[in-house]
């Protein structure tokens, strides 16, 4: 991905593009700073070739990474057409997977509920 000037995008990290309305959308993480803390990135195109940021995401600094609300990378965004909501679904990674809306595909995304827990991975 690269924005209008034709320079690389490096804070969308493995993004999930969606089409809303004729516009694609990118939704990607960032790593905030040296401790390591996540952060939801998006971005628009009207061609997939130019992109613009649209939207960073940052978790709750008062959170203690414990809470649902902490989810910062938006796995997938979906348009639910009786609600007219955007839903975006989304981790405390290692811990839950989260449920959070928005009357818009760039946010801001509300918490709403704990979908699952997700068991910890424990090797062999």
């Not at 939704?27 to 990135?41: H, P």
């Not at 975006?88 to 760039?106: C, F, L, M, R």
């Amino acid at each position: 991905m690269r924005d209008a000037g034709g320079t690389p995008i490096v804070d969308c990290l493995e993004p999930h593009i969606q089409q809303f309305n004729g516009t694609y959308y990118a939704y990607g993480f960032t790593v905030r700073n040296e401790s390591e803390q996540f952060a939801t990135t998006i971005y628009s195109s009207e061609d997939l070739r130019s992109w613009t940021r649209r939207a960073y995401v940052p978790t709750d600094p008062a959170l203690d990474g414990s809470a649902p609300q902490d989810a910062v990378a938006l796995w997938y965004v979906l348009y639910n057409r009786r609600t007219r909501l955007y839903v975006g679904y989304g981790a405390s990674y290692g811990h839950w997977i989260n449920v959070y809306t928005s009357p818009s595909p760039v946010g801001p995304f509300v918490f709403r509920r704990r979908l699952s827990s997700v068991f910890p991975y424990s090797p062999g």
